[in-house]
């Protein structure tokens, strides 16, 4: 038994000496990816904090040169999508209506979350409507009319009105935003 243990110690100890380097190389690449990744997480967060707080003085002054600064410095987030629908909205107020269509169409290039995708859709779907710019002449009022209805009616608007408590009482910070967006729309 004492021969067998010895050659398991010897087959262990030559292979420890054969794949040295190997295995001292695979630790140094597990610990440096684990603390790249702590890096980019903590990047994130705070990243997450400083367009959370841009967004906050957005929502208190409605300063549009916050929007512009939140569009070049984070594009890909949903507070500045929800802070660039209000300054479609702003544009469509003031008949800006080309100005309003870039903001919209920037906004869905910048991949928002379906239910924002969905709003901007609608509202581009509008505007181009109104003003006829980039509609399809053979489109007709009632097949535009359909699009819009069927942009509309998705499931999320559909039971917005269904689920207001729960989405007011939810913890999730994307629903939060979202409905802080709703709330502010409903009270104009």
Same mark, same amino acid.
């Given at each position: 038994?004492?021969?067998?243990?010895?050659?398991?110690?010897?087959?262990?100890?030559?292979?420890?000496?054969?794949?040295?380097?190997?295995?001292?190389?695979?630790?140094?690449?597990?610990?440096?990816?684990?603390?790249?990744?702590?890096?980019?997480?903590?990047?994130?967060?705070?990243?997450?904090?400083?367009?959370?707080?841009?967004?906050?003085?957005?929502?208190?002054?409605?300063?549009?040169?916050?929007?512009?600064?939140?569009?070049?410095?984070?594009?890909?987030?949903?507070?500045?999508?929800?802070?660039?629908?209000?300054?479609?909205?702003?544009?469509?107020?003031?008949?800006?209506?080309?100005?309003?269509?870039?903001?919209?169409?920037?906004?869905?290039?910048?991949?928002?979350?379906?239910?924002?995708?969905?709003?901007?859709?609608?509202?581009?779907?509008?505007?181009?409507?109104?003003?006829? %710019?980039?509609?399809?002449?053979?489109?007709?009022?009632? =097949? $535009? +009319?359909?699009?819009?209805? !069927? #942009?509309? @009616?998705?499931? &999320?608007?559909? %039971?917005?009105?269904?689920?207001?408590?729960?989405?007011? =009482? $939810? +913890?999730?910070?994307?629903? !939060? #935003?979202? @409905?802080?967006? &709703?709330?502010?729309?409903?009270?104009?």
């Amino acid at each position: 038994m004492q021969h067998h243990s010895e050659v398991h110690n010897a087959y262990y100890h030559q292979l420890l000496s054969d794949y040295k380097k190997s295995i001292i190389g695979f630790a140094l690449i597990l610990i440096l990816s684990a603390g790249m990744w702590e890096v980019y997480s903590n990047f994130q967060a705070e990243k997450q904090a400083e367009v959370q707080v841009t967004y906050e003085e957005f929502l208190l002054h409605k300063d549009l040169s916050l929007v512009t600064h939140m569009q070049q410095s984070f594009p890909n987030y949903m507070q500045t999508h929800l802070a660039a629908l209000y300054k479609a909205k702003s544009q469509y107020d003031q008949k800006a209506y080309k100005k309003c269509i870039r903001t919209l169409e920037w906004i869905l290039q910048h991949q928002p979350i379906p239910a924002i995708q969905q709003i901007t859709e609608s509202r581009l779907m509008s505007v181009y409507y109104e003003t006829k %710019n980039g509609i399809d002449e053979s489109i007709t009022f009632d =097949q $535009s +009319n359909s699009i819009l209805k !069927q #942009l509309i @009616t998705s499931d &999320i608007q559909q %039971n917005i009105e269904e689920h207001v408590e729960e989405l007011i =009482q $939810s +913890n999730d910070p994307q629903v !939060q #935003l979202l @409905t802080q967006y &709703i709330q502010i729309e409903q009270q104009k």
